[in-house]
Nanobody
Framework: QVQLVESGGGLVQPGGSLRLSCAVS????????IGWYRQAAGKQRDMVAT???????NYADSVKGRFTISRDNAKGTVYLQMNSLNSEDTAVYYC???????????WGQGTQVTVSS
């Protein structure tokens, strides 16, 4: 059973930086497409960034140039480096994993990021 656990969220001031981590256990991590999503209060969950098994990345327009997704296959961990944070980045951040044999992606429990002075 594949499990994902996010960490690294918290309170940060506008303009600050934060790095989120997603630890994946119980499966072949290097084969999965990993994504970061976020959901602000009262809004839908939206894609933030994705990374494929070969390292190709994709970002939402709202975070391009500020956020960087990366993965360490040896550690089974994906990261989201967030810079130049602003209040619009406040949300619960979730990671997920996708694989072609799965009917649904696997989700972590989420970690809260609050950007406020």
């Amino acid at each position: 059973q594949v499990q994902l656990v996010e960490s690294g969220g918290g309170l940060v001031q506008p303009g600050g930086s934060l790095r989120l981590s997603c630890a994946v256990s119980g499966g072949a991590f290097s084969r999965y497409v990993i994504g970061w999503y976020r959901q602000a209060a009262g809004k839908q969950r939206d894609m933030v960034a994705t990374i494929t098994s070969d390292g190709s990345t994709n970002y939402a327009d709202s975070v391009k140039g500020r956020f960087t997704i990366s993965r360490d296959n040896a550690k089974g961990t994906v990261y989201l480096q967030m810079n130049s944070l602003n209040s619009e980045d406040t949300a619960v951040y979730y990671c997920n994993a996708k694989y072609f044999t799965w009917t649904q992606p696997r989700w972590g429990q989420g970690t809260q990021v609050t950007v406020s002075s």
